[in-house]
């Protein structure tokens, strides 16, 4: 992602979620990462999706990796629902 690009996401999203990180609360000390609810290595089609942003400070964002945690949308089994629902 270009450096322009991520930076008119961050302020997008500082704007929708506030500047503090979505994951630990803690405001970031350096410039925030965008963290993706769905990895993007799992789900590259929602790479793109702003629904699927959040603010995450690096740490968090480093440390998470591609762990789907407690209370985002997939353990909450919204796709299984999705699915057998359609
Ligand atoms: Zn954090």
Do not use: F
């Not at 993706?36 to 929602?46: A, E, G, L, N, Q």
């Not at 999706?49 to 480093?62: G, L, V």
Request: glycine residues 6%; positive net charge.
């Amino acid at each position: 992602m270009s450096t322009p690009r991520r930076r008119a996401i961050v302020a997008m999203l500082v704007e929708r979620d506030g500047s503090a990180c979505q994951l630990c609360g803690v405001n970031p000390a350096v410039e925030p990462s965008i963290d993706h609810r769905y990895p993007v290595s799992k789900y590259p089609d929602r790479e793109w999706e702003a629904d699927n942003w959040r603010i995450a400070c690096q740490r968090c964002n480093s440390s998470r990796g591609n762990r789907i945690q407690p209370g985002d949308p997939e353990s909450l089994g919204e796709l299984s629902r999705r699915w057998t629902m359609a």
